[in-house]
């Protein structure tokens, strides 16, 4: 039965979502998505994904108080909706007859590609011969092109052929900032749907892909250029393009755009926890690395660190800062952690830790030539001038091969496909685990999912520090044991208390951090036994315990500390 229905009255409906097509009629309106309803609280009209309808009971939670926030966190459901567009179906189509078109100014022959045709031996290439190919001057295509050079291909359909401009630096990602393009030859309609490598040794031989492919719309004329909109599920902005002289054009952004990848703060997508390895060939593998979690923002030659709280690294890193060096691209977001070596060559937690709490010049350049760092780059959000987290992941993997130089501290983190083999030798060279990731997944900010799997050596979690007991005995100067809990959503939860692992030195060293810390009110629910000898504090500070398993009180059985996680906390 089909899902939607014109019916207008509700019990002929049926459960169907009704299309109200009697709203395109003179003197009767729609809606526009985000309009304000002129009722108590300003509700909005509000598009949503078929998941977030599901759980809606009241349209009236949307509002012009929450609405901002949430589209400038989760993005705008609505931004795409153009490239969808369809001609309305007043007509018949007629079927036209192939034929042969003459020269007029208003399409190309395939004569008028001879240009195109001479530089490509269409025997040894993929590339679609110079053939005419029609269409509604509507359609768009901008090619990641890895030729001799890394550079962008922006072509727009014009008279039957696709207008073509490259584009070394990649799309404007925001107003102010200018980019060469310089006019090539026409390429075919093809074209506007290739993708694929050119093979070495012919023109442009290289790695050829659609980065974004769509409809545009030129929305005014200059004497000296044109400003258009480009419409896509990739892309949907609107730019200048300004003559300059010969074939040399400057090309502009035009709007703000909603979210700026590389200057907003931008949360990490989380994974789930599991106990054995998820097998398939939907899986890729790579290593859980024992580092700190990083983004690294590359912004037009400036580049940050920014750790999982949005603190800035980059003093404590300076062997990191290298954009040039490193990169090949303009602007970027990448998800990474940043690492430290033993002697042995395994990863070195307390290593890291040491470097990022490092704050004089002095002890920041011994600590770099003792313990060099290295960042390896997992995954990209964003890349020169659009983003990437609806991208597959392979594809995002692709395009952070593509933009990494060898040979720096930058390196891409390796995937393998036999999962259980890897976690085998994991386990057996002692590491902490591996990452399980669906290639087809998306990337998905600030959310904990299923496409991402954790599979621990050991059972391990990282727990807020929300208060410590009196001690006794040999521990009467420090703490009994600490109470643990974690947010679930606003709320604070608690996750019982820890009081074995401790050494004499990480025992003082957790007493001097919660002797920083601001002493509140019990913010859990929950009231413990102890809890006229518990000291409440601020929760921020985490720590990471090894345990048995979680009771049916959502608590740790059997708790071990491990170490404090400062990378996570404040």
């Known amino acids: 039965m089909s899902e939607t229905t014109l019916h207008i009255k509700k019990e002929a409906r049926k459960g169907r979502v009704l299309i109200d097509i009697y709203r395109n009629r003179?003197?009767?309106?729609?809606?526009?998505?985000?309009?304000?309803?002129?009722?108590?609280?300003?509700?909005?009209?509000?598009?949503?994904?078929?998941?977030?309808?599901?759980?809606?009971?009241?349209?009236?939670?949307?509002?012009?108080?929450?609405?901002?926030?949430?589209?400038?966190?989760?993005?705008?459901?609505?931004?795409?909706?153009?490239?969808?567009?369809?001609?309305?179906?007043?007509?018949?189509?007629?079927?036209?007859?192939?034929q042969r078109l003459k020269t007029n100014a208003r399409r190309k022959t395939p004569e008028q590609l001879d240009e195109y045709s001479k530089k490509r031996d269409f025997n040894k290439t993929p590339e679609p011969r110079g053939l005419y190919a029609g269409g509604d001057d509507t359609g768009f295509v901008v090619h990641r092109h890895h030729a001799s050079h890394l550079h962008y291909d922006l072509r727009l359909e014009q008279n039957g052929v696709l207008k073509s401009w490259a584009v070394p630096r990649g799309l404007p990602p925001r107003p102010g900032i200018k980019r060469l393009a310089v006019a090539t030859e026409d390429h075919p309609m093809k074209y506007i749907t290739f993708e694929g490598e050119i093979p070495k040794g012919q023109y442009g031989g290289g790695m050829m892909w659609i980065y974004a492919n769509g409809k545009y719309e030129i929305t005014k004329e200059k004497k000296d250029g044109f400003y258009f909109n480009l419409s896509s599920r990739e892309i949907n902005a609107e730019y200048r393009m300004h003559l300059m002289k010969d074939n040399e054009w400057l090309l502009e952004r035009v709007d703000n755009p909603q979210i700026d990848w590389v200057k907003d703060e931008i949360e990490t997508m989380l994974a789930e926890n599991t106990d054995n390895v998820p097998l398939g060939e939907n899986y890729v593998y790579e290593m859980k690395w024992d580092g700190i979690r990083a983004l690294i923002a590359l912004d037009e030659g400036e580049l940050n660190i920014w750790s999982r709280r949005h603190k800035n690294l980059n003093r404590q890193f300076p062997e990191l800062m290298i954009p040039e060096k490193a990169f090949r691209v303009n602007s970027a977001l990448f998800d990474a952690e940043i690492v430290c070596f033993d002697p042995d060559g395994k990863p070195d937690f307390k290593t890291v830790i040491h470097r990022m709490q490092r704050r004089g010049e002095v002890e920041i350049e011994r600590a770099v030539k003792k313990y060099p760092a290295f960042c390896y780059i997992f995954d990209c959000l964003y890349l020169d001038g659009r983003a990437l987290i609806n991208e597959p992941l392979l594809r995002r993997r692709a395009w952070i091969a593509d933009s990494l130089r060898k040979e720096t501290s930058y390196r891409i983190s390796e995937v393998v496909e036999e999962g259980q083999e890897f976690f085998d030798a994991v386990k057996q060279m002692g590491l902490e685990g591996i990452i399980?990731?669906?290639?087809?997944?998306?990337?998905?900010?600030?959310?904990?999912?299923?496409?991402?799997?954790?599979?621990?050596?050991?059972?391990?979690?990282?727990?807020?520090?929300?208060?410590?007991?009196?001690?006794?005995?040999?521990?009467?100067?420090?703490?009994?044991?600490?109470?643990?809990?974690?947010?679930?959503?606003?709320?604070?939860?608690?996750?019982?208390?820890?009081?074995?692992?401790?050494?004499?030195?990480?025992?003082?060293?957790?007493m001097k951090e919660l002797g920083k810390l601001k002493k509140t009110d019990r913010m859990i629910k929950e009231k413990p036994l102890d809890h006229h000898k518990t000291t409440w504090i601020e929760p921020v500070l985490y720590c990471e315990i090894q345990f048995a398993s979680i009771t049916k009180n959502n608590t740790f059985r059997e708790p071990v500390f491990v170490r404090l996680r400062p990378d996570l906390g404040y």
């Open 436 to 510: 399980a990731k669906d290639r087809n997944s998306r990337y998905l900010p600030g959310k904990r999912s299923t496409s991402w799997l954790k599979v621990k050596v050991r059972h391990t979690a990282d727990a807020l520090i929300i208060g410590y007991t009196e001690g006794k005995g040999d521990r009467e100067m420090h703490f009994g044991a600490l109470h643990l809990g974690e947010w679930e959503d606003n709320d604070l939860g608690y996750r019982g208390k820890v009081g074995t692992g401790f050494t004499d030195a990480n025992m003082k060293e957790v």
């Open 26 to 98: 003179s003197g009767q309106t729609i809606i526009g998505a985000y309009s304000l309803r002129g009722n108590p609280g300003a509700p909005v009209s509000m598009p949503l994904t078929w998941e977030e309808l599901e759980g809606v009971e009241d349209p009236g939670i949307f509002t012009i108080a929450n609405v901002p926030d949430k589209i400038l966190s989760e993005g705008d459901a609505w931004e795409a909706f153009a490239s969808y567009a369809l001609p309305l179906h007043t007509k018949e189509a007629k079927s036209v007859r192939a």
